[in-house]
């Protein structure tokens, strides 16, 4: 054992030195220790559900949330979105693909400094609305778009 | 470790743009083998984290409907060049990697 570790486990006890090292930056920020996984969410098969998952029934419809992805989407397996939040502090983005087998798609928790914004690509198997969940200063925000699918993506 | 991601970090306007992208299969548990008619076993992310100069910016939970080798696009601000991106998956199946790079 080195001398960095010894004295680490000395000063302080093991759960000592695991506060001390996660303060120093040697561990590194380990999924396993955020927030639990939303499983009921992802495993609606509603919209409504998903939507009632992630305390979005009250959410207000807003232009300030804005959706960018194609009004056409010709490889359902590869469909780009990006969501931009003009609403300022945004702490969190959920997406949602109205048609697909689990609406839930994903959920972007933001801090330290993380702007409303978030890129990625998805999966439809179908034409569908995507709706982009948004909650900043204590409101719920929401706004929707709707995809055309030409050719599914999910494989079937 | 790191081998299944590229990370782009750059300082625009005063807002570090970092650009992730994870090899990953995302295999939903839906599509079927047609020479079986089995369907492939769910093997997808489940979670993402990502780190600028050691404070989470952002937590992730995803389901299988992201696409094959995601790509994740975030924007932090307070961040300057030189900061350090740290960005870790974890999938279904317990798998996990994790990469660094430094914001341009």
Redesign the interface.
Known sequence: MDQFRRNLLKECGAGGALVIAAAAGLLPASPASAAPRNTEGFAAKSLADAMASIDAGNAIESADIVITAPDIAENGVLIPIEVTSRVPGAESIALLVEKNPFPLLAYFKLSNGAEGYVNTRFKAGQSSVVKAVVKAGGKTYVASREVKVTIGGCGG | MAASMKIRARMVDG?AQV?VLIMHP?E?G???DPATGQAYPAHFI???????D???????????????N??????????KAGDKV?I???DNKGE?D?AEATIA
Not at chain 2, 46 to 52: D, K
């Open positions: 807002t650009v995302m939903t839906q599509r079927k489940q979670s993402v984290t990502a780190t600028v050691g404070r989470t910016v952002m937590e992730a939970q995803w389901g299988p409907a992201i696409s094959k995601p790509l994740l696009g975030f924007r932090v601000r307070g961040a740290v870790s998956w974890e996990k994790r």
